[in-house]
């Protein structure tokens, strides 16, 4: 498994966000995480990474307990993608995805030829190594979350945590980005990304995590867990949930626009 919690709980002081977690998601797996906002998706990712320190349970990250892992150990298991990022210096988009290479050098070590290699790598398998040297603040914003995939690629770790990753996206590069991070899980990779469109989850997820209260409320398949009754309730809005081309794609349409 690449995920495994056992009776995660945590807290911010009094307020209880996260309430007995017991899940597992397995090798090569892109799952999407759905629930409104404040039910505790980004607390569950924060954990993951191990950012929020004060939790109880326990939480593997490739058969490794998070808890004793040190932050270079971590590095070498997980990556993150960030909802943004607003680098302060113009790097390169080359730079940018060497940075996430050196985990495994020393405090006062430099990139060697293996980690520009690995970067330039990273960026081909993502279809981007023409932008290799382009300066990242000039590229658009779906070319930058490609760039920040293949940071994550390079980076080397078996399991990538994404925060809401085409929220600030238009609808091409939205496809671009999805169809990116549904291939690398294809190859193997365990990739979990928070999402608030259902839609996208059913076509690009292999299984929807679905959180209410800090608890879990749904976990399986997208044909099981998104369904009319499902996304009235955690989002509280009456929908129909439509099929189409076979079943392949599901489309929510709220009730009040088709009455």
């Given at each position: 498994m690449s995920i495994k919690i056992e009776n995660l709980n945590f807290s911010y002081g009094s307020h209880h966000v996260l309430h007995d977690l017991f899940l597992e998601i397995p090798d090569a797996t892109l799952v999407n995480v759905l629930g409104p906002n404040g039910v505790g998706k980004s607390t569950l990712f924060k954990c993951v990474l191990g950012l929020?320190?004060?939790?109880?349970?326990?939480?593997?990250?490739?058969g490794k307990d998070l808890s004793k892992l040190s932050i270079r150990e971590r590095?070498?298991?997980?990556?993150?993608?960030?909802?943004s990022h607003a680098p302060v210096y113009d790097y390169s988009v080359l730079d940018v995805v060497i940075m996430s290479t050196g985990h495994d050098l020393g405090i006062v070590g430099s990139p060697r030829k293996k980690h520009v290699e690995r970067a330039y790598s990273a960026l081909e398998r993502v279809g981007i190594s023409h932008l290799a040297g382009r300066t990242y603040t000039q590229i658009s914003g779906g070319e930058q979350q490609l760039v920040l995939i293949a940071r994550a690629i390079a980076q080397d770790a078996h399991t990538i945590i994404m925060d809401e990753p085409t929220s600030a996206l238009d609808y091409g590069n939205t496809v671009r980005v999805l169809s990116c991070v549904r291939q690398l899980a294809r190859e193997g990779m365990s990739i979990v990304?928070?999402?608030?469109?259902?839609?996208?989850?059913f076509l690009y997820s292999d299984k929807t995590l679905v959180l209410e209260g800090g608890r879990l409320k749904a976990f399986g398949s997208p044909k099981d867990v998104i369904t009319k009754e499902l996304v009235s309730d955690i989002y509280g809005v009456d929908v129909e949930v439509n099929s189409l081309y076979d079943d392949r794609v599901r489309v929510c349409v709220p009730v009040s626009e088709i009455q």
């Open positions: 929020n320190k004060g939790y109880s349970g326990r939480i593997l990250v490739n590095a070498a298991e997980i990556a993150y993608i960030p909802q990304q928070s999402t608030h469109q259902p839609d996208q989850a």
